[in-house]
């Protein structure tokens, strides 16, 4: 299983249409030691290297992918979410109203 900082660096990357060869390119590393950094060998420099490239900060590469986001109607309202916790919330708002709606 990839560690979560390939994971983002890979996605990022992948959003970016950036290929692994070509960061590798813009952190002046051979392509063989970005592969090493991925692998869990990454020293605090190589990684400061990886966001500075994708133009990202260094934490954004260790936070967690939530991968959950997109658009949900209800009624003639439509709510955007980037996590789950942004659809649970929206989706427990409604309830809450439905509820008010249905006791009037």
């Known amino acids: 299983m990839e560690n979560i900082l390939s994971q983002?660096?890979?996605r990022i990357c992948k959003e970016r249409?950036?290929?692994l060869k070509e960061l590798a390119w813009r952190m002046g590393v051979d392509p063989a030691a970005l592969t090493r950094?991925?692998?869990?060998?990454?020293?605090l420099d190589t990684m400061q290297k990886m966001a500075t490239s994708l133009g990202v900060s260094l934490k954004s590469l260790f936070e967690p992918i939530d991968?959950?986001?997109g658009f949900i109607r209800i009624g003639k309202q439509v709510y955007q979410f980037n996590s789950r916790a942004e659809l649970e919330q929206i989706l427990t708002n409604n309830?809450?109203?439905s509820l008010l709606y249905k006791e009037k």
């Open 8 to 10: 983002n660096v890979r």
């Open 17 to 19: 249409k950036i290929q």
């Open 37 to 43: 950094a991925l692998s869990g060998n990454a020293r």
């Open 67 to 69: 991968d959950v986001e």
């Open 95 to 97: 309830s809450e109203k």
